[in-house]
């Protein structure tokens, strides 16, 4: 899964290889911190967070075949 949003990612932004995804499981809930360019960080975002919610329920959608919670979250602090 985490290739997947990745690759994602990586399409979106100016700049893909500054792009990098953490992956942390807390109590069974898989946490996806993603971090790009600041210059990137609007393009993942979206227009009122639209791209950043589609992507929330991408991964969501594919955890849930496989019994997983997912948080998606960008890290804003590059």
Request: aromatic share 2%; hydrophobic share 40%.
């Amino acid at each position: 899964m985490k290739e997947l949003l990745t690759t994602l990612v990586r399409l979106l932004v100016d700049e893909p290889e500054d792009v990098s995804v953490e992956e942390t499981d807390i109590n069974g809930t898989i946490r996806y911190q993603i971090r790009v360019a600041a210059a990137d960080a609007g393009r993942v975002i979206g227009r009122q967070g639209r791209v950043i919610r589609a992507l929330r329920v991408v991964m969501r959608s594919v955890a849930g075949s496989a019994d997983h919670r997912v948080e998606v979250e960008l890290d804003q602090e590059r």
